[in-house]
């Protein structure tokens, strides 16, 4: 919100689609779009505001084949509501000759380089430790990923379990091997689940990892859907069971786990 009036947000890929105008400015690569990331955007935005200039973030989303934990779709989603006028995603690293090349091209009126945020260290602990009640605290949020519903082997129907699989972009981290307690969003409404990933040892010997989500109460076709699948807490490790019933029984413990999680 600017002045009581709402601020639509405009992301723009590739400084060549920017009109030449002063602009207050900030420049990171905004990887987890942590709490320090966003008290930095408010500043920027009250900067902008006193100076009578449009607020922009420029994320540098990365070099190729670089995994990151908040994509540029994901900053958009996130920022839709701060106030800010313009998050100008460009392709390559957060480097100084890339920093130069933006500032002449954009003949900003005023910038900061706010480089010492994107310390992604705290988050890397808490990922690789398969922490994500402490990478929920960083971030004021839960370790979030979205993609499409995509057809799985249907395994879990013969036994009465049904999952959805989750396929997400290439560049999107994928948390550790391990069984979570998650809730998934689909078409606004939310749904408590537990989520597997990793390789499946008791079904098959095959070296691909999956997203596999058993919802709670819920049993509608969505594949082809996009959905969201927020990381809340591990449950366990992924182990192998003798057969689909001691997959099941197993199953039915973590359904346990993750319900008296949510409380």
């Known amino acids: 919100m600017k002045n009581g009036l709402s601020v639509k947000l405009k992301h723009i890929y590739g400084v060549e689609h920017i009109a030449h105008s002063p602009l207050r400015a900030a420049f990171g690569c905004f990887d987890g779009m942590d709490k320090k990331h966003r008290a930095a955007v408010e500043s920027l935005i009250a900067q902008a505001y006193s100076e009578r200039l449009p607020s922009a973030l420029i994320s540098f989303a990365g070099t190729e084949g670089t995994a990151v934990y908040t994509t540029e779709e994901e900053k958009e989603k996130l920022l839709q509501t701060s106030g800010l006028d313009f998050l100008i995603s460009l392709e390559g690293g957060n480097t100084e000759e890339n920093r130069t090349f ?131 807490t591990l449950i366990r490790n992924v182990m192998k069971f003798d057969g689909l019933e001691a997959v099941k029984a197993q199953v039915q413990k973590d359904i346990i786990s993750a319900r008296n999680f949510f409380g």
Do not use: W
């Open 102 to 232: 933006v500032k002449r091209r954009l003949q900003l009126a005023s910038f900061t380089d706010i480089s010492a945020f994107d310390n992604t260290e705290e988050l890397d602990r808490c990922f690789e430790a398969r922490d994500f009640l402490s990478f929920l605290q960083l971030c004021g949020r839960p370790y979030s990923m979205s993609g499409t519903v995509m057809h799985g082997k249907g395994r879990g129907k013969t036994v009465g379990m049904p999952t959805i699989n989750l396929s997400i972009p290439p560049n999107k981290k994928r948390p550790p091997e391990g069984v979570y307690a998650t809730i998934t969003h689909i078409d606004g409404k939310i749904y408590k689940g537990v989520t597997n990933i990793g390789r499946r040892p008791s079904v098959d010997n095959e070296s691909a990892v999956t997203i596999e989500t058993f919802l709670f109460d819920f049993s509608e076709d969505i594949y082809g859907q996009k959905i969201g699948l927020d990381i809340y």
